[in-house]
């Protein structure tokens, strides 16, 4: 599902180039995408040591997959060649878009905790986790412009974050 997703916004991104009917705020909201997928990517590649799943460990990690392909298909569209304006595109989608960014954060949780056994506390209360739920929770509510930029770089800094210390060993 994340290499379905990826290879949708990835090509879709080249069009939107190569057409020059680009719109900053979309094309960052791609950049976001493909790196918070990157971000769970890396996640996922931590539990290829576990040898045994259960059915609802397994539902749990496959969806946050599901929702990125989902927000991935929502952003570039089936057919990116036949959007005429990127901006009036974002403005369409920015709502959806937005719940399935705090679905994805909500399936990160229940993975920290059904599949990770993680602290709840610790994971919860990380302050860059909360400030994106505040923000995107903000934009969803208020969906100006400079909200979802505002949005799309709060959801930067905990992906990059974990990106830059992973180890994939």
Same mark, same amino acid.
């Given at each position: 599902?994340?290499?379905?997703?990826?290879?949708?916004?990835?090509?879709?991104?080249?069009?939107?180039?190569?057409?020059?009917?680009?719109?900053?705020?979309?094309?960052?909201?791609?950049?976001?995408?493909?790196?918070?997928?990157?971000?769970?990517?890396? %996640?996922?590649?931590? =539990? +290829?040591?576990?040898? $045994?799943?259960?059915?609802?460990?397994?539902? *749990?990690?496959?969806?946050? @997959?599901?929702?990125?392909?989902?927000?991935?298909?929502?952003?570039?569209?089936?057919?990116?060649?036949?959007?005429?304006?990127?901006?009036?595109?974002?403005?369409?989608?920015?709502?959806?878009?937005?719940?399935?960014?705090?679905?994805?954060?909500?399936?990160?949780?229940?993975?920290?905790?059904?599949?990770?056994?993680?602290?709840? %506390?610790?994971?919860? =209360? +990380?302050?860059?986790? $909360?400030?994106?739920?505040?923000?995107?929770? *903000?934009?969803?509510?208020? @969906?100006?412009?400079?909200?979802?930029?505002?949005?799309?770089?709060?959801?930067?800094?905990?992906?990059?974050?974990?990106?830059?210390?992973?180890?994939?060993?």
């Amino acid at each position: 599902m994340l290499s379905l997703g990826l290879g949708r916004i990835l090509a879709a991104t080249m069009v939107i180039v190569e057409t020059g009917k680009r719109y900053w705020l979309h094309l960052v909201w791609c950049v976001v995408l493909i790196l918070v997928m990157l971000g769970q990517w890396v %996640a996922v590649w931590g =539990l +290829r040591a576990n040898e $045994v799943w259960t059915a609802a460990e397994f539902f *749990v990690v496959m969806l946050s @997959p599901l929702v990125f392909y989902m927000a991935a298909h929502l952003l570039v569209s089936s057919h990116p060649e036949s959007i005429e304006s990127w901006s009036s595109h974002l403005d369409e989608i920015k709502r959806p878009l937005l719940l399935l960014m705090l679905l994805s954060l909500g399936t990160f949780f229940l993975r920290s905790f059904i599949v990770m056994d993680l602290d709840a %506390a610790s994971t919860v =209360l +990380r302050p860059s986790l $909360v400030a994106v739920f505040i923000v995107t929770t *903000v934009t969803l509510a208020y @969906p100006k412009q400079w909200l979802l930029a505002a949005s799309a770089i709060v959801w930067l800094a905990p992906v990059l974050s974990m990106l830059l210390v992973a180890e994939l060993g």
